[in-house]
Each structure stands twice: as C-alpha cells, then as structure tokens.
C-alpha cells in the first residue's frame, strides 16, 4: 500500500513538472464591484504604456444592474474603475484604431451607435450616427465592416470608411443557407480580405465583392479562431456539427491552419484536450510573444452512453496548452487555480498572460477573480 502510494505521488510529481516547464499561475486583483455577463460580451484593447481597458458592456438590464470598464494596470497588478459612456446602455466592441482610439458600438433604444472615442481624453471624438448592422473586424487603417439581417431574410455586408465617415454597401447575401451564427468568429487575413467561421468557413474579398465558402473536411460549429504571426490562421474547438445547425454532443479534437496564400484549409495536429462551449467558443486563446498560442479553459461536451436519457456532461476545463506553429503540435501546460469557461485572455508587454472573465460552468455567474500566466524565460 504504501509502496502504491509512493508511486502515485511520484506520477503527479512528474505530470506537475511536465505541465509547469512552460510557467505557472499566480492569482490577479480582483473585480471588486463585480463584472457583467460572460460569454462573448467583453472586449478589451492594449494601450500603447501597456495597460489592458476592459470594457464592460453588459447593459445592466437585468436586476438593473451597472457595471464600470476597468483598466487593469500590469505595473502594479491593479484594477481601476472607469467612466466610458455612463449614460448610456452599450455593447459590442473596442478597436484600436491608431493606438489611441477606439470604435464603440452603442445601444440606446434597440439601435447602434458607432463612435469613435479617444481613451487618452476620455471623450468622443466622431460619431457615426445610427446603423441597424452589427461590427466585426476593422480592416485596415479605415474601415469597420458590418453585417445586418434586412427584413427580407438577407444578410447585408457594408463597410464604414472612418476617415470619409461614408458607409457604403459592399454585398447581399441570402439567408436561405445562412444565418448570423455563420459570422461569429472573424478574422483579417490582409486589408481586403476577412476570413469568417460560426459554423461552415468563408472567405469576404472586400475589394471583389466576393463571398465565398471554403472546402474543409472537418464539419464543427462555434470554432476559436486567431491570427499567427505568419499570418496563417489557427481554428481549433468547436462543436461537431451532423446537419446545418444541428450539434453532435462532442467537441472536435482536431485543429486546421488557413493558409493565408492559398486560402486553403489543412488539418493539424490533435489538441491534448478537446475544448468547446454549448453557446459560445468556450476557451480562450491569445498569441504569445514568440508566436505560439496559448489556450485556457473551455469546456468537453460528451454524450451519455449509460441511460438512454441522460443529459448531456459538461466539464468545465482548469487545463491550458500551447501550440507551437513550428511543429504544428500541442503541449499541455500549467493549470488554471480556477475552472473557466468563456475567459478573455491577453499577452502582456512582458510575455506573461492576463486571464479574466469566464464562468465556472454554462449559465452560472461571472467570475470576479483573475490571475497570470507568469512565462517561463527561455535561454
């Protein structure tokens, strides 16, 4: 027994060490009055100085609850509340838009408001008035492209020139085999092309008006999806999709590269762990300083095999891993101190990574709590 014991406690040693090699997590400030909804709500923009603004965009309509912005300062590893719009009910984004302002989209009696506000004056500096559309991407230096759902079941793609302060249409698009869900996750692969993927991938050439979908041998709905610094793009997670719309009750292992020169999807290594979310990415990623991508949290989704009416396990992740795009492989690395599905990750000036946001399982409460991913140096 106690030689049973020994060997046990030798085993998890060295897991410890293997999943530690890459650094460690050590607990963040807190968000004392509290953070609104999970889920895809938050955004957040690095200021030049370093600082993370997060913006907090629940619109407090439920329990008639407010929430302030933070800035969340690396030097002193502090949360400082902030005024940004407090007047009115917003969502949505912020984009960095020469490293100093930001595109916000407003809510105020079910329209959207696009403005442009100036983070170091703390103040609007342009508004675009009202548009019936939802953002996405900046592309470029100028434009902000959108996608709205017209009445008559289209999908209308227009695209704001900030400078001109012109909104002009780019395509139509009809609903028949689509809907918003295909725009959940997109990504610029240069100024005039956005690669997008909710549940099936497409290409939207602005420049050629064009809208097309991509082949891919791999079928998954709500995938992560993030830039490399070679420009390819990395999708990994999602859930298995059988039909159009219609979810298998499993997350999809296997990771794809988007070629961004031929525009060609091509499997990758599988992940460690499968992570998905049933509404939503579920992890979380964000590129490193070297050019690796560090994931956290999510969710496996499995089905029942045991009673024929078992509901469906939902295991909220503390695991991270890494994906090197050198070796086109995944590592496990050290886990979260607190299960989190739907966490908001950033890379620090220092290479360390600032996670916040998330929920300990679907439906459930906002985590107030954040912590660090404190980066082992290489030599």
């Not at 607190?338 to 946001?357: C, H, M, P, Q, S």
Request: net charge positive.
């Amino acid at each position: 027994m106690v030689l049973i014991l020994l060997g046990l406690l030798v085993k998890q040693s060295i897991e410890e060490l293997t999943i530690n090699k890459f650094g460690h997590f050590v607990k963040g400030p807190e968000f004392k009055d509290g953070i609104g909804s999970s889920y895809s709500r938050h955004s957040h923009i690095q200021l030049p100085d370093g600082r993370i603004v997060i913006f907090d965009n629940y619109s407090g309509r439920v329990r008639n609850l407010k929430f302030k912005s933070k800035i969340y300062d690396p030097k002193t590893n502090t949360l400082e509340a902030i005024d940004i719009l407090p007047d009115k009910d917003w969502e949505y984004t912020g984009i960095t838009i020469d490293n100093k302002a930001l595109l916000l989209i407003t809510k105020e009696k079910n329209k959207l408001e696009s403005v442009l506000y100036d983070i170091t004056e703390n103040k609007i500096v342009k508004s675009f008035g009202y548009i019936n559309a939802r953002p996405y991407i900046l592309v470029g230096n100028r434009y902000i492209v959108y996608f709205s759902l017209t009445p008559k079941d289209e999908i209308r793609i227009q695209k704001l020139d900030i400078t001109t302060n012109k909104l002009t249409h780019v395509l139509t698009i009809n609903t028949k085999e689509l809907c918003l869900d295909d725009f959940k996750s997109c990504v610029e692969i240069d100024k005039d092309k956005i690669f997008i993927y909710g549940c099936r991938p497409y290409i939207l050439d602005i420049k050629n008006n064009k809208f097309e979908k991509l082949e891919s041998s791999i079928k998954r709905c709500r995938p992560v999806t993030i830039k490399l610094s070679n420009s390819d793009i990395l999708i990994f997670g999602g859930r298995e999709v059988s039909t159009l719309y219609h979810y298998k009750n499993t997350c999809v292992p296997v990771a794809e590269v988007l070629d961004h020169k031929t525009l060609e999807l091509k499997p990758v290594d599988r992940m460690k762990i499968p992570r998905c979310s049933y509404m939503s990415e579920g992890a979380g990623a964000t590129l490193m300083n070297d050019g690796r991508v560090f994931i956290a949290g999510g969710q496996t989704v499995e089905f029942g095999k045991k009673f024929r009416f078992q509901l469906d396990i939902e295991e909220t992740l503390r695991s991270t891993e890494i994906y090197n795009p050198k070796t086109s492989t995944f590592e496990l690395s050290a886990n979260l101190k607190e299960k989190r599905t739907d966490a908001k990750l950033v890379t620090l000036k220092n290479g360390d990574i600032f996670v916040y946001n998330g929920s300990p399982s679907r439906g459930t409460y906002t985590l107030k709590t954040t912590e660090i991913f404190k980066v082992n140096k290489r030599r």
